[in-house]
T-cell receptor
Framework: EAGVTQFPSHSVIEKGQTVTLRCDPI?????LYWYRRVMGKEIKFLLH????????ESGMPNNRFLAERTGGTYSTLKVQPAELEDSGVYFC????????????FGQGTRLTVV | RKEVEQDPGPFNVPEGATVAFNCTYS??????FFWYRQDCRKEPKLLMS???SGNEDGRFTAQLNRASQYISLLIRDSKLSDSATYLC?????????????FGAGTRLAVHP
């Protein structure tokens, strides 16, 4: 069974540009989470989808970040315009049912804004 | 004060050694905890769950001290393959895996 997959694995963009990260959860997982780790800091929660609905987006840093999950399958996280402090590793995770089952993480997208 | 604090290490130990690291948490109402393992440039993977006083799985033992608000992870008979960063994670008070709160991690390096 395929795990959580994220694309691209690395992205280097210039400040002010737009980047879109994609996450394909494990098939059948309704819950999808985005987290990120900026340099030297801990992994922090960004938001949580249940199917196509945003359940909790309290961790989104500002309105330059837009997450979507049309159709309740894969999700995209767009950063527009990117700033230097957005550099970090963006992780996606998915789980089968709300709360009680293990969340599996993807390998992350390493974003560098120069 | 951070919600979850860990000694960043690194802990450098020889193969076969026993090593332990602690994690402190700030919310006294927290009921359950996780230890995740993260290899370099890989995804975090669940190592152990801690729901009551502790949990043991082979060479790994996790203990919870509610009075002092810390969780410990003990690794016995260390292997080279144990080299990784160990993340202490606190789930929300409702339990489960939503909106996890991560510590910054403790690095372990096991050498021959």
């Amino acid at each position: 069974e395929a795990g959580v997959t994220q694309f691209p694995s690395h992205s280097v963009i210039e400040k002010g540009q737009t980047v879109t990260l994609r996450c394909d959860p494990i098939s059948g997982h309704d819950n999808l989470y985005w987290y990120r780790r900026v340099m030297g800091k801990e992994i922090k929660f960004l938001l949580h989808f249940v199917k196509e609905s945003k359940q909790d987006e309290s961790g989104m840093p500002n309105n330059r970040f837009l997450a979507e999950r049309t159709g309740g399958t894969y999700s995209t996280l767009k950063v527009q315009p990117a700033e230097l402090e957005d550099s970090g590793v963006y992780f996606c995770a998915s789980s089968q049912t709300q709360g009680d089952t293990e969340a599996f993480f993807g390998q992350g997208t390493r974003l560098t804004v120069v | 004060r951070k919600e979850v604090e860990q000694d960043p290490g690194p802990f450098n130990v020889p193969e076969g050694a026993t090593v332990a690291f602690n994690c402190t948490y700030s919310n006294s109402a927290s009921q359950s905890f996780f230890w995740y393992r993260q290899d370099c440039r890989k995804e975090p993977k669940l190592l152990m769950s801690v729901y009551s006083s502790g949990n043991e799985d082979g060479r790994f033992t996790a203990q919870l001290n509610r009075a002092s608000q810390y969780i410990s992870l003990l690794i016995r008979d260390s292997k080279l393959s144990d080299s990784a960063t160990y993340l202490c994670v606190v789930p929300p008070l409702s339990g489960g895996y939503n909106k996890l709160i991560f510590g910054a991690g403790t690095r372990l390096a096991v050498h021959p």
